[in-house]
């Protein structure tokens, strides 16, 4: 009786594939969450740098228009004050107020520049990809590098955008966060 169930075959098919199955369906979930895991570095990678070009290549009409108002302004000044001062000196001026009362005005502008830095780059995360896999409240954006548009410092400008990403599979619910640095030269003239 114990020979004849050792040499019965029957669902030998169903064994295998009870075995086989799970670990199978399991490599697949896990090559899915790569895959999404790709996709959300390509797309995060690929929105900070445009978004770093896009601030580089308009940066030269913004110097321009800098420039033409800090002429007129100049010429302004001196004209109502009969040439007694100039733009530089209240531009001194204004600096030495601002150190005073610790504020600085360049900070405040770049502050207000982080809002719609954060909009450009989740907008074209979010044209990277068709799905609603990934959520554009789980991004953070900064202007880490701060250009010097009157051609004196450093012409540079950098984003850095974080994405935390939750991957949740069998055995796994874990958030990772994805990082990219776009760093661009500002196209100035100078």
Request: charged share 25%; no cysteine.
């Amino acid at each position: 009786m114990f020979k004849r169930f050792i040499n019965d075959e029957r669902g030998n098919l169903t064994l295998e594939a009870a075995i086989i199955m799970p670990m199978f369906l399991l490599f697949v979930v896990f090559m899915a969450m790569i895959i999404r895991i790709s996709i959300a570095d390509m797309a995060l990678k690929k929105a900070v740098n445009e978004t770093a070009e896009i601030y580089a290549t308009h940066a030269y009409p913004v110097a321009m228009v800098t420039g033409a108002i800090e002429k007129k302004t100049d010429e302004l000044i001196k004209e109502y004050t009969g040439d007694a001062t100039n733009l530089d000196e209240i531009n001194q001026f204004l600096n030495f107020i601002f150190e005073e009362t610790g504020i600085n005005p360049t900070d405040m502008i770049y502050n207000a520049a982080e809002g719609p830095t954060g909009n450009l780059i989740i907008d074209s995360f979010n044209a990277s990809h068709d799905d609603a896999l990934f959520e554009a409240d789980a991004m953070d954006v900064k202007i880490t590098d701060r250009p010097s548009l009157n051609g004196s410092g450093d012409a540079y400008i950098g984003i850095e955008a974080s994405y935390k990403l939750r991957i949740v599979a069998p055995f796994i619910d874990k958030e990772i966060t994805l990082k990219h640095k776009g760093y661009e030269r500002l196209w100035t003239g100078a």
